[in-house]
Antibody, heavy 120, light 107 residues
C-alpha cells in the first residue's frame, strides 16, 4: 500500500534552517510528483509546490520561493523540503502528498505531517 | 491567486441530518475542485475530486456538485464519524489554493 512517512517534529531557532523528509513506499517513486503543503491555524492550508521525482524539476508557489527548497533522493525514494531563514511565521505542520493519478492534484496520499516550531 | 471562501465556518447538525457545505471561488474554476475531510490530529483525506467524483472507499452519503464559482459538498445523512473540518481546494490556476474550512460538529 502507498505510504508517505515523514520525519519527526523540529524545534528550530529563528534564522536557522530545517530539512524535512518524506519517504515513499508501496509504489514506483519516480512515477508521481510529490507536493508539499503548509498548515497553520491562522492561514489554513497553503500549497508550497511540487517536485518531479524523476527529473528533480520543481515548481514553487511564488510565496515560498526563497523559503522552501525541494529535492529528492531516488535511491531511497525520499523527498525533502528544506526551509531556510526561519521565522516564527514558518511554525506550522508541513505535509507531503501524492496524487491518486499522475498529472493531477487529487491528493489521496498524505504523510502524517511534520510539526516545525520556530522559537528562540 | 484564486481565493476560496467556505461557509459556514462552523456548522452544528444532528445525526441523520442532511448537511450542505459551500465553497465559493473568486473566479471561474471550471469544476477543478476537490473536497477533503480532516479529523483532529490527522492529515486531510480526499473525499471528492473534480467536483463530483467520489474517491474510492468514501461512503456514498458524501456527494459534490457545482460549477463556475460555486460548489457544494453534501452529506445526505450525518453520522457521528463525520465530525471533522472540511476543506475545498481549487487546482484550476497555479498555485492551488484551499478554503479556510468548515468545522462540522454534532448538535
Amino acid at each position: 500500500q502507498v505510504q508517505l512517512q515523514q520525519s519527526g517534529a523540529e524545534l528550530a531557532k529563528p534564522g536557522s534552517s530545517v530539512k524535512i523528509s518524506c519517504k515513499a513506499s508501496g509504489y514506483t517513486f519516480t512515477s508521481y510528483y510529490i507536493s508539499w503543503i503548509k498548515q497553520t491555524t491562522g492561514q489554513g492550508l497553503e500549497y508550497i509546490g511540487y517536485i518531479n521525482t524523476g527529473s528533480g524539476g520543481t515548481n514553487y508557489n511564488e510565496k515560498f520561493k526563497g523559503k522552501a527548497t525541494l529535492t529528492v533522493d531516488k535511491s531511497s525514494s525520499t523527498a525533502f523540503m528544506q526551509l531556510s531563514s526561519l521565522t516564527p511565521d514558518d511554525s506550522a505542520v508541513y505535509y507531503c502528498a501524492r496524487p491518486i493519478i499522475r498529472g493531477t492534484n487529487w491528493f489521496a496520499y498524505w504523510g502524517q505531517g511534520t510539526l516545525v516550531t520556530v522559537s528562540s | 491567486d484564486i481565493q476560496m471562501t467556505q461557509s459556514p465556518s462552523l456548522l452544528s447538525a444532528s445525526v441523520g441530518d442532511r448537511v450542505t457545505l459551500s465553497c465559493k471561488a473568486s473566479q471561474n474554476i471550471y469544476k477543478y475542485l476537490n473536497w477533503y475531510q480532516q479529523k483532529l490530529g490527522e492529515a486531510p483525506k480526499l473525499l471528492i475530486y473534480y467536483t463530483n467524483s467520489l474517491q474510492t472507499g468514501i461512503p456514498s452519503r458524501f456527494s459534490g456538485s457545482g460549477s463556475g464559482t460555486d460548489y457544494t459538498l453534501t452529506i445526505s445523512s450525518l453520522q457521528p464519524e463525520d465530525v471533522a473540518t472540511y476543506f475545498c481546494q481549487q487546482y484550476n490556476s497555479w498555485p492551488d489554493t484551499f478554503g479556510a474550512g468548515t468545522k462540522l460538529e454534532l448538535k
